[in-house]
């Protein structure tokens, strides 16, 4: 129903039986009504669109609540932006002595998630450098557990994996 980047879009189930979102788009854009279901979130929206920019979104649980929104989707993030986190690691970290003496460097790489309510959960290692050096990685993202705005879909808070990398590093 759509030619040349312009007409009606339908998603539908694999099995072509639920309609999950429908909406006009123009030149290739999302624009007009866009309504929709998302089956994860158990929640239904409309969104209005004008030339690809969403200008307001309404989600509907099962309840009848509603959540007014204007990004689909909000990434989880440190208050005060990626600088901050940052800075927040750099004057928070103690490079641990016997890995300063015998000149022990590396990038740990944590995982872990930002909870609805922005706390820091089910931390772990996707890379690990030293007993040492991991325990203070552990501890500084443990630190900044209150520090974290969550993510949203739909208007509603979400869950969200998070990776980093925290580098120790003596710069000889």
């Known amino acids: 129903m759509v030619a040349n980047g312009t007409g009606h879009y339908i998603v539908f189930d694999a099995k072509l039986k639920t309609i999950f979102e429908q909406g006009d788009v123009l030149k290739g854009k999302y624009n007009g009504e866009c309504t ?6 158990k929640l239904k929206f409309a969104e209005k669109y004008e030339n690809g920019k969403l200008i307001t979104g309404t989600s509907t649980d099962s309840a009848g609540k509603q959540i007014n929104y204007t990004a689909r ?3 989880a993030e440190y208050k005060g932006g990626i600088d901050a986190f940052y800075s927040f690691l750099a004057h928070t970290i103690r490079y ?3 890995e300063r ?3 022990i ?30 325990a203070e990685a552990l501890r500084v993202i443990k630190l900044s557990s209150s520090l974290w705005i969550p993510g ?8 969200q994996v998070y990776t980093v990398p925290i580098s120790f590093s003596l710069g000889r």
Do not use: C
């Open 36 to 41: 929709g279901y998302d089956e994860k979130f």
């Open 73 to 75: 989707s909000v990434s």
């Open 96 to 98: 641990p002595g016997p």
């Open 101 to 103: 003496e015998n000149n």
């Open 105 to 134: 460097q590396g990038t740990v790489i944590l995982k872990f998630v930002i909870d609805k309510l922005g706390g820091v959960k089910d931390i772990s290692f996707y890379r690990s450098v030293s007993a040492n050096i991991d």
């Open 152 to 159: 949203y879909y739909l208007g509603k808070p979400v869950s």
